[in-house]
């Protein structure tokens, strides 16, 4: 089993930039996948990016070019920077980890609220 806990949303002007990084309860090293997802008021979940264990990404057509994510497996942390923001961009953040074994189980954090005003 495995905890995550988000930090860095807030409040950002259409433009600027914010990271946000997740916090592993244990080592992610043998994670499969971890990624970031978001999900805007009125609207479904979706995928913004995604890291593989062997450090593979991918990125929502939307967000290419200008987020990035990244894995520290020595920190257990995974981290999202997001640069050139858009008010499209607002919406609550969460991290997710994806274990595959004998079975697939599947975890996520709390979310972190992440607003771009215009």
């Known amino acids: 089993q495995v905890q995550l806990v988000e930090s860095g949303g807030g409040l950002v002007q259409a433009g600027g930039s914010l990271r946000l990084s997740c916090a592993a309860s244990?080592?992610?090293?043998?994670?499969?996948?971890m990624g970031w997802y978001r999900q805007a008021p009125g609207k479904q979940r979706e995928l913004v990016a995604s890291?593989?264990?062997?450090?593979?990404?991918n990125y929502a057509d939307s967000v290419k070019g200008r987020f990035t994510i990244s894995r520290d497996n020595a920190k257990n942390t995974v981290n999202l920077q997001m640069n050139s923001l858009k008010p499209e961009d607002t919406a609550v953040y969460y991290c997710?980890?994806?274990?595959?074994?004998?079975?697939?189980?599947?975890?996520w954090g709390q979310g972190t609220q992440v607003t771009v005003s215009s």
């Open positions: 997710n980890a994806v274990i595959v074994g004998g079975m697939t189980l599947t975890y």
């Open positions: 244990r080592s992610i090293f043998s994670i499969n996948n």
């Open positions: 890291i593989a264990k062997g450090a593979s990404t």
